[in-house]
């Protein structure tokens, strides 16, 4: 079992910067990859940005490529995401959420691959 709580949420102009972070407990968060998805007003759950379990690789959306960075630390049991150059369309409710396969090192972008979620953190990009 892995429980997370992400943080960094805010209201930040277009063009600007934030940086999400997820903090997860259990036993089970130094074998699990973890992803980063956002849900905006009236729009289904899109995936983000994945980083394997053991932070060797990531996988990106096109739409956030090149702008975001997702990194992990699992001495600190935490996993972050770095928001560069932030567009309105980014305004959303992003969540982090833990993988269902231990040593997963793959691009799975389907939530329903993710048995664990966080609570969310609001991101509003005004124009």
């Known amino acids: 079992q892995v429980q997370l709580v992400e943080s960094g949420g805010g209201l930040v102009q277009a063009g600007g910067s934030l940086r999400l972070s997820c903090a997860a407990s259990g036993r089970t968060f130094g074998t699990s990859a973890m992803g980063w998805f956002r849900q905006a007003p009236g729009k289904e759950r899109e995936f983000v940005a994945i980083?394997?379990?053991?932070?060797?690789?990531?996988y990106y959306a096109d739409s956030v490529k090149g702008r975001f960075t997702i990194s992990r630390d699992n001495a600190k049991n935490t996993v972050s995401l770095q928001m560069n150059t932030l567009k309105p369309e980014d305004t959303a409710v992003y969540y982090c959420a833990a993988h269902r396969i231990k040593f997963y090192s793959g691009r799975s972008a389907d939530p329903k691959e993710y048995p664990y979620w966080g609570q969310g953190t609001q991101v509003t990009v005004s124009s």
């Open positions: 980083i394997s379990w053991s932070g060797g690789s990531t």
